[in-house]
C-alpha cells in the first residue's frame, strides 16, 4: 500500500513540476531579490540554520530581510501571523511555529518574518508595508508558485535522498531530478556523514551546473533553559563533567544525539518526539523520570524545542545546545548571496 501511494504522489508531483516548466502554472514576482531554501526530503536537513546564515549576510549588507515561511505546526495555519517586524518579537511560538519563532529569537532586531501558507499574498503585502528587498523562502524548493533568484537546496549527507522513495514510503518530496532546478546545492552535516566526495559527484551529475557547498554542524554555545532570553551562555565543559539526557522532537534526533556524542557529551538516555511536538506538563514528568533512572542529573534539548518549554515546570536544570553552521567556502557563498 505504502509502494503504491509513492508511486501516486511521485506523479502528482511529477506532473505538477511539468505544469511549471512548461509555464501552464503561473509564477509570481514578488517585486524583490528572492531566495529560496529548500530540500529534497521531509524532516530536517540543517536547513533552519542556514536561513539564519544567510540572513546574517543579507542583514550586514543592508538589506532589508523578510523570511516568508508557512510555520508548520502553528495553532491557526490559515492565518498571517507577523513573527516579528524587525523590532520586536509579536507573537508566541504556539501562533508562529516553532521554527519561525526560534529564528525570531535568533535574528531579533535584523529580519523580518512572516508565517503564511499564501507567500505570494504575503510577499506583496509585506513589500508595501515594510519595504523590503530581500525574500528568504523558508522550505521553499517545492513552493514553484514563487519566483525566486536563487534556488539552495540542502542536502544532508546522513541520509541524502531518504532511502531513494517518495513519500510516504521514504523521505524524497519529489524525484532526484528535481535537483536539476538549484542553483546551489550545500551539502549538510559533513562531519557527521560519511562519503561526502561520492555524495558530491551524485550531486555533480544530477546537476552539473549548481555550485556545491559542504557544511559542518557545530555546537555555538549551552544556555539555561531560565535563561534563554538573556544568552548567557554556560562553558560546555561545566556541563561535560555531568551525566545528561537529552530529549528533542525534531525531523532528525538522530543527529543531535549523535552531535552531543560527537562533541564529548556524556549521555546517559534520550527520549525522542515527533517533530513540531507540542510539550505537555506530564511530557517534562516521564522525562524526567527516564532521566532518573539513568542517572542522569542535567537535560539537554534542542533551540528548537526550548522555545515550546518555558511555561513548563522542571525539577532537573534543563540546558539548551545552540547549533551553528560552518560552510567550508564563505567567502564564495556570500558573494553569490
Not at 501571523?81 to 508562529?96: F, M, N, S
Not at 524525484?175 to 550545500?186: C, F, P, S, T
Not at 559533513?190 to 549548481?210: C, F, K
Not at 543531535?256 to 556524542?261: E, P
Request: overall charge neutral.
Amino acid at each position: 500500500m505504502l509502494w503504491l501511494l509513492s508511486y501516486i504522489y511521485g506523479k502528482v508531483t511529477e506532473f505538477r513540476n511539468t505544469l511549471y516548466d512548461k509555464g501552464v502554472l503561473d509564477v509570481f514576482d514578488l517585486g524583490a531579490l528572492t531566495i529560496s531554501v529548500g530540500n529534497l526530503t521531509a524532516g530536517g536537513t540543517g536547513k533552519t540554520p542556514l536561513v539564519a546564515y544567510i540572513s546574517n549576510i543579507l542583514h550586514s549588507r543592508g538589506e532589508t530581510v523578510c523570511i516568508l515561511t508557512r510555520g508548520y505546526g502553528r495553532k491557526d495555519p490559515k492565518q498571517r501571523v507577523v513573527v516579528t517586524d524587525g523590532k520586536r518579537i509579536l507573537t508566541d511560538a504556539e501562533h508562529a511555529g516553532d521554527e519561525p519563532f526560534e529564528l525570531a529569537k535568533k535574528l531579533l532586531g535584523k529580519v523580518i518574518i512572516i508565517a503564511d501558507a499564501d507567500r505570494v499574498s504575503a510577499g506583496e503585502w509585506a513589500k508595501r508595508k515594510f519595504g523590503v528587498s530581500v525574500f528568504i523562502l523558508d522550505d521553499g524548493f517545492q513552493h514553484r508558485k514563487v519566483k525566486r533568484d536563487l534556488d539552495i537546496v540542502c542536502i544532508d549527507s546522513t541520509d541524502p535522498f531518504g532511502g531513494g522513495k517518495m513519500l510516504p514510503a521514504g523521505r524524497l518530496r519529489e524525484h532526484k531530478v528535481g535537483l536539476e532546478r538549484a542553483g546551489v546545492v550545500i551539502v549538510t552535516r559533513a562531519n557527521i556523514g560519511t562519503g561526502i566526495a561520492v555524495l558530491r559527484s551524485i550531486i555533480a551529475d544530477l546537476n552539473p551546473y549548481a555550485q556545491i557547498f559542504t557544511s559542518e554542524t557545530a555546537i555555538s554555545g549551552v544556555v539555561e533553559l531560565k535563561k534563554l532570553h538573556a544568552k548567557t551562555q554556560l562553558p560546555q565543559s561545566k556541563i561535560k563533567e555531568h551525566n545528561v539526557f537529552a530529549f528533542c522532537g525534531i525531523g532528525n534526533p538522530e543527529i543531535f544525539f549523535k552531535q552531543l556524542w560527537q562533541d564529548g557529551f556524556e549521555t546517559g538516555g534520550s527520549k525522542t518526539f515527533r517533530d513540531h511536538h507540542n510539550y505537555s506538563q506530564k511530557d517534562i514528568d516521564e522525562i524526567e523520570r527516564l532521566a532518573r533512572e539513568a542517572s542522569a542529573d542535567i537535560l539537554l534539548t534542542t533551540a528548537k524545542d526550548a522555545v515550546k518549554l518555558q511555561e513548563l515546570k522542571f525539577t532537573l536544570d534543563c540546558y539548551v545546545v545552540e547549533i551553528e553552521m560552518v560552510i567550508d567556502k564563505p567567502d564564495g557563498l556570500a558573494e553569490l548571496i
